[in-house]
Nanobody, 123 residues
């Protein structure tokens, strides 16, 4: 399974970006999916996750109220709408497919990972 993330870029603080991630197979349609991020010199950090139906979402406290995760099961895609961006949101954002229908916040529950897309927020 291949995952391709896109939509990253450079924005000023307070701006918005929408990330997209496409899976190469329909495997993703029956599994949870999530976004993680990794900044230079830091550990991979959970951002947002969504279950296989799209009915349940979870967020890291640092992005609650600013980011929204959604998915299109028919296309095997997951999205991340990011509003009110802050310099501390700067990182490579990676999408992942869970080993189960629900997923979670731990990276160990995810079996497939994309290469990521860079998000840079300037002050």
């Amino acid at each position: 399974v291949q995952l391709q993330a896109s939509g990253g870029g450079s924005v000023q603080a307070g701006g918005s970006l929408r990330l997209s991630c496409a899976a190469s197979k329909r495997t993703a349609s029956n599994n949870g999916m999530a976004w993680f991020r990794q900044a230079p010199g830091k550990e991979r950090e959970f951002v947002a996750g969504i279950n296989w139906t799209g009915s349940t979402t979870i967020y890291a406290d640092s992005v609650k109220g600013r980011f929204t995760v959604s998915r299109d099961r028919t296309k095997g895609m997951v999205f991340l709408q990011m509003n009110s961006l802050r310099p501390e949101d700067t990182a490579v954002y990676l999408c992942a497919i869970s080993r189960s229908a629900s997923g979670g916040s731990s990276p160990w529950t995810y079996q497939y990972w994309g290469q990521g897309t860079q998000v840079t927020v300037s002050s």
